[in-house]
């Protein structure tokens, strides 16, 4: 069964540096999303992404953030200057575009020190 | 924009009891639900979900159910199994293409 897969699972920082999340989506799929989930907290929206551009994004996905689909596979997200409040647990899912189900990754937990 | 309120926080059932998980949205624009399933360490992993159009959809042990002139839906979890504790999260959507607005989760315990 196809699914989203997303690297690293858990990437340590430093604050003041950058980092890009990957995320392999379902091939075709075509609408892509992050969202964001601090430990015990719900899941929460930052970005939608379609036909290669930012469909949607949240007060949280500020200057500091951007997304990119650099090939036809991948879908990142980078943190220009982490803060320690960046620390979380950072999910990408794909949805098609016959259907409203949206299937999530594993997850990139993001530490930052 | 939308909320969705989601009760209980915690719940706690007896293996083989059923389990009934209650949400409520506040836009009635909202018209899909999906209910999704996090186990520790994991992402959210979609296990129903409901369109306005339908009240009630059942796919063996889950059911969800929605009444949408109260804005309400809820999980039905019946012959409950150890596998099943997890954390749960009820969602609205207003479109195909929207985000998914989540609610706060509820953390389900079956006690053997």
């Known amino acids: 069964e196809p699914e989203v897969t997303q690297t690293p699972s858990h990437q340590v920082t430093q604050m003041g540096q950058e980092v890009i999340l990957r995320c392999v989506p379902i091939?075709?799929?075509?609408?892509f999303y992050w969202y964001r989930q601090i430990l015990g907290q719900k899941v929460e929206f930052l970005v939608s992404?379609?036909?290669?551009?930012?469909?949607?994004k949240s007060e949280i996905f500020d200057d500091q953030f951007s997304v990119e689909r650099p090939d036809g596979s991948n879908f990142t997200l980078k943190i220009r200057s982490t803060k320690l409040e960046d620390s979380a647990m950072y999910f990408c899912?794909?949805?098609?575009?016959?259907?409203?189900?949206?299937?999530f990754g594993p997850g990139t937990r993001l530490t930052v020190t | 924009g939308e909320n969705v309120e989601q009760h209980p926080s915690t719940l706690s059932v007896q293996e083989g009891d059923s389990a009934v998980i209650k949400c409520t949205y506040s836009?009635?624009?909202?018209?899909?639900f999906p209910w999704y399933k996090q186990e520790l360490g994991k992402g959210p992993q979609l296990i129903i979900d409901?369109?306005?159009?339908?009240g009630e959809k059942k796919d063996q042990r889950i059911a969800v159910t929605l009444n949408k002139t109260a804005k309400h839906f809820s999980l039905h979890i019946t012959e409950t199994q150890p596998e099943d504790s997890a954390v749960y999260f009820c969602?609205?959507?207003?479109?195909?293409?929207?985000?998914?607005?989540f609610g706060k989760g509820t953390r389900l315990h079956i006690l053997p």
């Open positions: 899912a794909s949805s098609g575009d016959t259907s409203y189900e949206q299937y």
């Open positions: 091939s075709n799929h075509l609408y």
């Open positions: 992404f379609y036909n290669n551009e930012i469909s949607e």
């Open positions: 836009d009635s624009a909202s018209n899909y």
């Open positions: 409901i369109r306005s159009n339908v």
């Open positions: 969602a609205a959507l207003m479109n195909r293409d929207d985000k998914i607005i």
